[in-house]
């Protein structure tokens, strides 16, 4: 049922009759599409959050960018994201982006990419495990009183791949002699299922920084006429399971010049659903006479989750 739904969102994006427009977040937002024009950005994350999920240690980007945007619609981006943080500084994600934005009239807007993300082995970003993104977007403009917004997508990772499907409400104020100045309240409700999360979790004990628990060990020991091969295992209950993961609260405030766009966007997102864990614990020993004893111990843990507010700063040049 989850992969019908986003087949025929697709599909249905598709199968529209449309005007391409560069259908970008309130920070970017430029509805002239006469000419084709590149646009560079350089934004500032205090910390990479994701449905709710980050990191023990604070993960903030600097983040340079350039794109190119055809005036039929397609458009082709690349970025690099610097860690910028106490305990690391270096490039810590390369990613390419591609797809095709439109507009139908006035009231209705969105955009469909593909994207790949090439993480640090190091990363702790709660996304290092992901591999590529097909996503489809769109934004419905009702009596121009509120913006209904939606998204569906699917991620590959290491292991299995994800689904989400996020919905929202937005309502943009603009003001000034040329409506340079604008701000936009939003309200987003995430659902998703966590096999990136799930892979993030068995991994993170390789990462830099702070180690935790890991989520795959093997221990071996000998002495005398025993030798003990203990594994422990950690997994995630219902990764496949589709849910509710975060509800955000956003405002998103820009001053737009034309060519240059100045923006900030703070968030603060409100995680439900903690994930279960389950560690499995086996000890197997070898004796000296070739007798063997196997015991496995099994115990269940939840995940800590907390409110997390993170802000983003940018600046964006059109040419």
Known sequence: MQKLLLVTLICSLFQMKTVAQEDQPAAETNTNTNHSYFKTRLTYLSNNVYNGRKDSLVVPYLTPSI???????????????????????????????????????????????????????????????????????????????????????????????????????????????????????????????????????????????????????????????????????????????????????SLSMTYDTGKWSFFATPTYALPVNPAVYVTTITTDRTFANGGTTHNTQTSNSTETISNTFYMELGVSYKF
């Open 67 to 249: 794109g190119y945007y055809n005036k039929s619609g397609f458009f082709a981006k690349t970025s690099v994201s610097y860690l910028v943080s106490s305990y690391a500084q270096r490039i810590d994600l390369v990613e390419l982006e591609a797809g095709y934005r439109f507009q139908i009239h006035d009231q209705f807007s969105g955009s469909v990419s593909a994207s790949r993300p090439f993480y640090n082995n190091a990363s702790t970003s709660v996304k290092s495990e992901t591999l590529g993104e097909l996503d489809a977007d769109f934004s419905w403009n009702i009596a121009n009183a509120v913006s209904l917004n939606g998204g569906a997508g699917y991620m590959a990772t290491t292991a299995n791949a994800d689904k989400y499907i996020n919905l929202g409400l937005s309502h943009e104020f603009s003001f000034g002699e040329n409506d340079e100045w604008s701000m936009e309240p939003s309200l987003a409700f995430n659902f998703g299922t966590r096999n990136y999360y799930d892979q993030y979790t068995k991994n993170r004990h390789l990462k830099t920084g702070k180690i935790k628990k890991s989520a795959k060990d093997s221990t071996v020991t000998g002495g005398g006429s025993i030798k003990t091969v203990v594994n422990t295992t950690v997994t995630t209950v219902d990764a496949n399971k589709l849910l509710m993961l975060d509800s955000e609260l």
